[in-house]
């Protein structure tokens, strides 16, 4: 019985360590594209790196869409994608990281490709989630994006707000009653927070004009950056 309990609690420390979390969101093969740059050979694994000429490996993402079975509460379902990157060497150019994430269509850009495109494209963008390990809205990217700057009403607006709702907790409003993102937010706006491992936040969108947002954040791993996003949208 004694050796059960220590191999037990020596397989829970290293799953702690490798950040070796179960997601309710079933993971794809790795996507193929970084910024105009096609990934021509696989990534070894989740984390895994190769280098490409001319680009970065492209992080994995899946998304998934949860509607809740209760039709009490299916006017609200949710969007979510699970964010993968690979271990980039020390000293890979940050500009270059896939790191503001579009929560319209789940894209997810480096600055060096928004700075390069129009105007329009950084306009739609939402929320940095790899770069300094810390959320920030894009709009007040002011060193990072070159077209932010001035932009107004152009850019949402992104809160955040840390949680100690459970991993657990927050899986069920994303399958069962996503509108709970938004009952349990609470006003209370803080700086771009930097986070760490098992962190999970609540954010609100909101726009001129337009009906406010509300999602998660949360933190699965560090090493690999492991990232998932949820968003509660209407169910029309």
Request: with cysteine; aromatic share 12%; net charge negative.
């Amino acid at each position: 019985m004694q050796r059960v309990t220590v191999v037990t609690v020596f397989a829970s420390l290293m799953m702690a360590l490798c950040g070796c979390e179960n997601s309710f969101i079933e993971r794809q093969a790795p996507s193929a594209q970084a910024d105009g740059f096609r990934l021509n050979v696989p990534l070894e694994g989740p984390g895994g790196y190769v280098p490409i000429p001319g680009g970065l490996p492209y992080p994995t993402i899946t998304k998934q869409t949860f509607i809740p079975e209760r039709e009490l509460f299916a006017h609200t379902k949710c969007h979510t994608w699970r964010i993968e990157w690979p271990n980039y060497p020390v000293g890979t150019d940050p500009n270059k990281i896939p790191t503001v994430f579009t929560l319209s269509n789940g894209a997810l850009n480096s600055f060096d490709y928004l700075n390069g495109q129009p105007a329009s494209t950084t306009y739609k963008t939402h929320v940095n989630l790899y770069h300094n390990a810390q959320l920030e809205m894009a709009r007040t990217m002011w060193d990072e994006l070159t077209y932010n700057f001035g932009a107004g009403d152009e850019m949402e607006t992104v809160w955040f707000n840390k949680t100690n709702h459970s991993a657990k907790t927050i899986e069920g409003w994303v399958k069962d009653r996503p509108s709970l993102f938004e009952i349990n937010w609470v006003d209370n706006n803080q700086e771009p927070p930097v986070y760490q491992q098992g962190d999970i936040f609540l954010f609100k969108v909101m726009k001129p004009m337009a009906a406010n947002r509300y999602g998660g954040i949360r933190i699965v791993s560090m090493t690999p950056r492991i990232i998932e996003v949820y968003l509660a949208v209407p169910n029309n």
